[in-house]
């Protein structure tokens, strides 16, 4: 094990050297996703991977990107996407959605996947797009579909936190408020309905109680609330360990 990490960091090192950050950048995310990295190795990849997203990302500000570039951009990796991302916000987003379908017909990245929603909500396109979600095939009209910060849950959701925090912990109400828009992002093409509104709200708040390392300030919560039978609630926030 140690000498395979050793290769590894003695490839990084190279390339660095031959200023292939890219190829360098691909290999570090590719390791970096593995379940299991022995610690004095892991911080060594962490390092040269910031180092080399830094670089990464430097080097493609300079370049100037056009609309042509919009399908590799959507197929390389997170950062370009998110640029492909600013450039279709940026442009008549219909003249692109072949682009968009087949990017989100292969098991888009999750995040690509809500922000190119959000774009083409933005834009009202009324023409019908489908999407791979966990192995289902969604088909959805973004014209339809309403806006996260306006959708009936969300708002119900939101006032559920105002009531139990806005009083006694500001700080942690906006910590909620941030990863409760979060989740409905993820949820897209789904809004979050009225009926959903508190096991989400509540499923909130033990998701930050949890992130804060505060297991006895969830469960005084959710008894003095009583609401432990809503904290069932799964959220799309665990799954993808945001």
């Known amino acids: 094990m140690d000498t395979y990490y050793e290769d590894i960091l003695k490839k990084v090192e190279n390339l660095k050297q031959d200023e292939d950050y890219d190829a360098c950048l691909k290999i570090l995310e590719e390791e970096l996703s ?3 990295i022995p610690k004095e190795y892991e911080d060594q990849l962490v390092d040269h991977y910031n180092e080399c997203r830094s670089v990464v990302r430097q080097n493609r500000k300079a370049k ?65 797009i489908t999407v791979m ?3 289902l095939e969604v088909v959805f009209t973004p014209c339809y ?65 949890i992130a804060s390392e505060n297991r006895e300030g969830m469960d005084a919560f959710l008894q003095d609330k009583n609401l432990k039978q809503y904290a069932g609630y ?6 993808h360990e945001m």
Not at 176 to 193: H, I, M
Not at 234 to 239: H, Q, S
Request: charged share 30%; glycine share 2%; proline share 3%.
């Open 145 to 209: 579909i309403e806006a996260v910060m306006e959708s009936d849950g969300v708002i119900k959701a939101i006032d559920y936190l105002r009531e139990w925090f806005e009083n006694e912990d500001p700080t942690f109400l906006m910590m909620c408020v941030e990863s409760l828009v979060k989740e409905a992002y993820l949820k897209l093409p789904f809004n979050v309905e009225e009926d959903e509104a508190l096991a989400l709200a509540v499923a909130i708040v033990c998701y930050v109680f």
């Open 64 to 128: 100037v990107y056009d609309e042509d570039d919009i399908a590799d951009l959507l197929n390389g990796s997170l950062d370009e996407a998110f640029l492909a991302i600013e450039q279709l916000k940026k442009s008549n987003i219909r003249n692109h959605l072949t682009e968009i379908q087949e990017y989100l017909k292969n098991e888009p990245h999750y995040l690509v996947r809500s922000f190119l929603m959000e774009a083409m909500m933005e834009q009202n396109i009324t023409d019908e």
């Open 133 to 135: 979600i966990d192995g």
């Open 34 to 36: 593995m379940p299991y």
């Open 234 to 239: 799964e959220l799309l926030l665990n799954r």
